[in-house]
């Protein structure tokens, strides 16, 4: 099942929590100690403001779970905003127990680094900061993973879009990840693996994404909002953007969803179709890992297939020496082991830049209405982005 998830991937792209859709807290027993203890750490936000950040339990007690029918749907989600600095205190990668399952999927990172190294890894959020007082209201983003990847593994990406001026909420769908720690302290391990692989209908998890976007949209911008600081969010400007089959769900939501305004898929193949009447006019933009390092016997065409359904603004990059985990934190981890990843010639540290830089610069425009040269065209600055479509 391993070697399976991996090459489909290739393609396709704690916590212990209060009550459902109450603050969760972290639990000294389970949650590994933030602060960089393993020497891991993630590259520091660019943005001008500091990040807090608070995990949020969803249960939609109208939807019943798609890979465990007898449960109603759970969502966890990681919101970060901008913050007033030296308010709350470091907050936690992951737990133990998610690190560990992670490892188990993913491989090593070296003979020295434990699960509880990895989830003492060093991040630049604070959990329960104060928010930063603003004239106005910020741009909501939604961030999904890729297939059996945890919410945490965007993290670099989410603190650098909150550090600019976003609230960003990062997603676990329940049963779709290596290892997920929900309330009761409970590991939600990957049902939905179980049940796509047999017969390839990895389109259910693109379609179950998009109505956990809903939602979430829902319960954050919503009358009776779930979230203590859902005053800071401008339901006006919705983004939303993905990891592999996480990218996939983002033209999905979009295409599910009116109130998103604006989409990305790094890196995953449209399980989904991108309807034949398009998104409306909505904003898309598709950043790919390097062609030359997709494996030879698992061509996908959906991208060619579904570029011309988008009828707005959009870009088709590719990053030169960026696999597939590129977009994520794994790759900088892996450096910062010092077990560069096998998969990603392009250093962890150079991708995330990229990654940070062209998704930000298309949620400003966008979103913003600020000037993003860097979606022009090519520059010099980043020799490793190809303009593939434009």
Same mark, same amino acid.
């Given at each position: 099942?391993?070697?399976?998830?991996?090459?489909?991937?290739?393609?396709?792209?704690?916590?212990?929590?209060?009550?459902?859709?109450?603050?969760?807290?972290?639990?000294?027993?389970?949650?590994?100690?933030?602060?960089?203890?393993?020497?891991?750490?993630?590259?520091?936000?660019?943005?001008?403001?500091?990040?807090?950040?608070?995990?949020?339990?969803?249960?939609?007690r109208?939807? #019943?779970?798609?890979?465990?029918?007898?449960?109603?749907?759970?969502?966890?989600?990681?919101?970060?905003?901008?913050?007033?600095?030296?308010?709350?205190?470091p907050?936690?990668?992951?737990?133990?127990?998610?690190? #560990?399952?992670?490892?188990?999927?993913?491989?090593?990172?070296?003979?020295?680094?434990?699960?509880e190294?990895?989830? !003492?890894?060093?991040?630049?959020?604070?959990?329960?900061?104060?928010?930063?007082?603003?004239?106005?209201?910020?741009?909501?983003?939604?961030?999904?993973?890729?297939?059996?990847?945890?919410?945490?593994?965007?993290?670099?990406?989410?603190?650098?879009?909150?550090? &600019?001026?976003?609230?960003?909420?990062?997603?676990?769908?329940a049963?779709?990840?290596d290892?997920?720690?929900?309330?009761?302290?409970?590991?939600?391990?990957? #049902?939905?693996?179980?049940?796509?692989?047999?017969?390839?209908?990895?389109?259910?998890?693109?379609?179950?994404?998009?109505?956990d976007?809903?939602?979430?949209?829902?319960?954050?911008?919503?009358?009776?909002?779930?979230?203590?600081?859902?005053?800071?969010?401008?339901?006006? &400007?919705?983004?939303?953007?993905?990891?592999?089959?996480?990218?996939?769900?983002?033209?999905? !939501?979009?295409?599910?969803?009116?109130?998103?305004?604006?989409?990305?898929?790094?890196?995953?193949?449209?399980?989904? /179709?991108? /309807?034949e009447?398009?998104?409306?006019?909505?904003?898309?933009?598709?950043?790919?890992?390097?062609?030359?390092?997709? /494996?030879?016997?698992? +061509?996908?065409?959906?991208?060619?297939d579904?570029?011309?359904?988008?009828?707005?603004?959009? &870009?088709?990059?590719?990053?030169?020496?960026?696999?597939? +985990?590129?977009?994520?934190?794994?790759?900088?981890?892996?450096?910062?082991?010092?077990?560069?990843?096998?998969?990603?010639?392009?250093?962890?540290?150079?991708?995330?830049?990229?990654t940070?830089?062209?998704?930000?610069?298309?949620?400003?425009?966008?979103?913003?209405?600020? /000037?993003?040269? &860097?979606?022009?065209?090519?520059?010099?600055?980043?020799?490793?982005?190809?303009?593939?479509?434009?």
């Amino acid at each position: 099942m391993e070697k399976i998830i991996r090459v489909l991937a290739a393609v396709a792209a704690g916590l212990v929590l209060a009550a459902p859709g109450a603050l969760a807290t972290p639990a000294a027993a389970r949650a590994a100690p933030a602060g960089g203890a393993s020497g891991l750490e993630l590259p520091r936000p660019t943005g001008a403001f500091a990040v807090g950040r608070d995990t949020l339990h969803l249960v939609d007690r109208e939807r #019943k779970d798609p890979w465990v029918p007898t449960a109603d749907r759970e969502l966890l989600a990681s919101l970060y905003y901008p913050a007033l600095a030296r308010t709350g205190s470091p907050a936690p990668y992951m737990a133990v127990a998610e690190a #560990k399952a992670l490892l188990t999927d993913r491989g090593q990172l070296g003979d020295h680094v434990t699960p509880e190294g990895v989830a !003492a890894t060093r991040t630049h959020a604070r959990a329960g900061a104060l928010p930063r007082p603003a004239a106005g209201r910020h741009p909501l983003i939604v961030l999904s993973p890729g297939f059996t990847m945890p919410r945490a593994s965007l993290t670099t990406l989410a603190e650098d879009l909150a550090s &600019r001026g976003y609230v960003v909420a990062a997603v676990d769908h329940a049963y779709e990840s290596d290892g997920t720690t929900f309330p009761g302290g409970r590991v939600l391990t990957c #049902k939905a693996c179980e049940q796509v692989f047999p017969d390839g209908s990895l389109h259910r998890v693109c379609d179950g994404r998009a109505q956990d976007v809903r939602f979430l949209l829902d319960r954050l911008t919503g009358p009776r909002s779930a979230w203590r600081y859902s005053w800071l969010i401008d339901a006006q &400007r919705i983004g939303t953007a993905g990891h592999s089959i996480g990218g996939a769900a983002a033209s999905a !939501a979009m295409a599910a969803d009116p109130r998103v305004d604006a989409g990305v898929n790094m890196d995953g193949t449209f399980f989904t /179709p991108i /309807p034949e009447r398009g998104l409306g006019g909505r904003p898309f933009l598709m950043l790919a890992g390097d062609p030359a390092l997709l /494996p030879p016997d698992f +061509p996908d065409t959906s991208w060619e297939d579904n570029w011309p359904r988008l009828d707005g603004w959009k &870009r088709w990059l590719t990053v030169t020496g960026a696999g597939h +985990p590129a977009f994520t934190d794994w790759p900088v981890l892996s450096d910062g082991a010092g077990s560069p990843h096998p998969e990603t010639p392009l250093p962890g540290i150079r991708s995330q830049q990229i990654t940070r830089a062209y998704v930000g610069a298309f949620f400003d425009l966008h979103l913003r209405g600020l /000037p993003a040269p &860097r979606l022009d065209g090519p520059t010099a600055a980043d020799p490793e982005v190809v303009f593939h479509r434009r």
